[in-house]
């Protein structure tokens, strides 16, 4: 990965340029949503400035936007795996979730495609909301079981965090941020990414999965001890 260039006037306590941090993730990503949260109280232990920036993965393109089924039915029929042994695996990634404060409702969970959720995080970010975006869909998603794959259920969402709907509809309507979604995917086959959550820390560092806190600390720490360093 191409190294960021370190400003030439950092304070020894508070650097100046933030941290940039790029994360590869997908709304239906339960590891994403975990991810998240332990990205973020490593953010809390760091303690520095630290500028985030989503990106986009799609983890089932072929889904249909309304899937005829439970993510079960999908994880079952498309993947191939046995129902118990995806009880299993939900069952234990919800554990995981309530650990760090998230009540995922698989028994509500809309399986969809995130194309479109995909480009309405492209449209946030060009309005300033890319974080409350992401928050609201991964929220809307596993918590609320809202669908994530239709315009209109997307629009509503898009206003929920202060975005204008019917800008967000019209943008979603013409695939205004397609090519922005394929240029992020494009990005992550370049760098290997295979899987998400993934995190790419000052443009050096590749941490993937959702780590540990300390972990991202750690990292971080690196990134800004090298800034410092002449």
Not at 26 to 44: A, H, L, N, S, T
Not at 124 to 139: C, I, N, T, W
Not at 185 to 197: K, L, R, S, T
């Amino acid at each position: 990965m191409t190294d960021v260039k370190a400003p030439h006037t950092l304070s020894t306590e508070t650097l100046i340029t933030p941290i940039k941090v790029d994360i590869w993730s997908d709304v239906q990503c339960p590891w994403c949503y975990i991810g998240k949260r332990k990205f973020e109280k490593g953010v809390e232990l760091f303690g520095d400035n630290v500028q985030v920036e989503y990106h986009s993965f799609e983890l089932a393109p072929d889904t249909p936007v309304d899937f005829d089924g439970s993510p079960i039915d999908y994880l079952s029929q498309k993947k191939g795996l046995p129902v118990d042994q995806v009880h299993e695996m939900l069952g234990r990634v919800t554990e995981v979730a309530r650990s760090v404060g998230l009540e995922y409702n698989y028994d509500a969970v809309h399986q969809t495609n995130t194309i479109k959720a995909h480009e309405l995080m492209h449209f946030a970010k060009a309005h300033g909301k890319q974080a409350e975006m992401k928050e609201r869909l991964l929220s809307a998603y596993f918590v609320e079981g809202k669908h994530v794959g239709r315009i209109d259920d997307l629009a509503d969402l898009a206003q929920e965090v202060g975005l204008d709907r019917d800008a967000a509809h019209e943008a979603l309507s013409t695939s205004q941020f397609l090519a922005d979604v394929k240029d992020d995917v494009a990005q992550a086959e370049a760098y290997g990414i295979n899987g998400v959550p993934f995190y790419v820390i000052d443009g050096k560092y590749g941490v993937s999965g959702a780590q540990d806190p300390e972990t991202f600390k750690n990292v971080l720490e690196q990134a800004r001890e090298e800034r410092q360093t002449p």
